[in-house]
């Protein structure tokens, strides 16, 4: 079956970096667009960011467009999510995500930025 699992998140000070990674297994990764999201306490899970299977399309939420980076390694089944400049309100559970909000979800990894 389709598993998707997240991984380093962690403490940030205001302005530092993470890499988020995504494992993915069960499926052909490779022929499926990918996507992060995030949720901050609350009921919205927002979207962060999209690639497509080439990674030849990327998009991303203009909240963090400039300081993230979401890149993929097909070989791997890997899907990153590089996260510069973080501030305060980057703070959330970040989930990798296949066919958007009814698809498939990891168990999320917290991202924690405080000073």
């Known amino acids: 079956q389709v598993q998707l699992v997240e991984s380093g998140g962690g403490s940030v000070q205001p302005g530092g970096s993470l890499r988020l990674s995504c494992a993915a297994s069960?499926?052909?990764?490779?022929?499926?667009?990918m996507n992060w999201y995030r949720q901050a306490p609350g009921p919205e899970r927002d979207f962060v960011g999209g690639?497509?299977?080439?990674?030849?399309?990327?998009n991303y939420a203009a909240s963090v467009k400039g300081r993230f980076t979401i890149s993929r390694d097909n070989s791997k089944n890997a899907l990153y999510l590089e996260m510069n400049a973080l501030k305060p309100e980057d703070t959330a559970v970040y989930y990798c995500?296949?066919?958007?909000?009814?698809?498939?979800w990891g168990q999320g990894t917290q991202v924690t930025v405080s000073s």
């Open positions: 995500n296949r066919d958007g909000r009814t698809g498939y």
């Open positions: 069960g499926f052909a990764f490779g022929s499926y667009g």
């Open positions: 690639i497509g299977t080439d990674s030849r399309i990327i």
